[in-house]
């Protein structure tokens, strides 16, 4: 029991800390955003200049094909070197600012989900403590989706091939959220955030999320504590984490 006390307290620090994770990513990403709203030219700008200045290197007795040819690769070059200042200068890619909130998001989840398997293993140890029994139901309450979203998540490659549990297909069922709305269904997603919500198309093709916040990680903490609380104890008290 107490191996898997220490094993809940590991899997609730994770989330701790990828919670912190992901709302530094959104930050990030919303800063991002408004950088690029500030100033939408600025990035096309360079790449022109640069693209001026490579023109005029392009030998003038290429054919019409050839400097066709030419002007495309120059293209592509300037976006790259406009690109490898702002990486040389600190600034990852902006496919990267992106991607960062949905995987601290799923890491939140795999913790989450990690916590929920080891809560069900110590009410299976303890069968008879049905003070266990009463906080795993809670938590499966208060995240109601988690291990399907989860099991999305983990296996993507399933699902955009429209196959459930166990290799079973499934049909797409209608979506209604504030940025998906497919009222006849028929749209498959594998990942999306609306705010703190992190949603997927589930095995049974249904589309679920769960919260990605405090009052998410408050379930787990919560369900952490009634564990702790309900088994007999001796000895002086402990805070955790400790500091």
């Known amino acids: ?12 620090a994770d989330a701790c800390v990828a919670l912190g994770w992901f709302q530094d990513a959104r930050a990030a990403l919303q800063a991002e955003v408004a950088a690029k709203l500030s100033n939408p030219r600025k990035d096309l700008e360079q790449v022109r200049e640069i693209e001026q200045a490579l023109e005029r290197e392009i030998p003038q007795d290429l054919g019409h094909e050839e400097r ?66 009463a906080c795993l139901r809670q938590l499966r309450d208060d995240l109601p989706q988690l291990r399907d979203v989860r099991n999305t998540a983990h296996h993507p490659e399933d699902r955009v091939r429209g196959l459930g549990k166990h290799g079973k297909s499934f049909t797409l069922s209608p979506i209604a959220t504030r940025a998906i709305v497919a009222p006849t269904g028929g749209v ?26 405090e009052r998410s ?18 000895g002086p008290p402990r805070s955790w984490p400790s500091t």
């Open 68 to 133: 066709w040819t030419a002007r495309a690769a120059i293209s592509d070059e300037a976006r790259l070197r406009v690109a490898r200042a702002r990486w040389a200068a600190g600034k990852p890619p902006s496919a990267f600012v992106y991607q960062a909130p949905f995987i601290h998001a799923r890491t939140f989840l795999f913790a989450a989900d990690g916590f929920l398997k080891a809560l069900e293993a110590l009410s299976e140890e303890l069968r008879s403590s049905e003070s266990l029994k």
């Open 1 to 12: 029991a107490e191996s898997l006390l220490s094993l809940l307290e590991s899997h609730l």
């Open 217 to 234: 990680l408050d379930a787990l903490a919560g369900a952490m504590q009634a564990a702790i609380n309900g088994l007999p104890w001796s």
């Open 188 to 213: 498959l997603v594998t990942s999306s955030l609306e705010g703190d919500r992190y949603g997927c198309t589930l095995a049974d093709g249904r589309f679920g999320q769960v919260e990605v916040n």
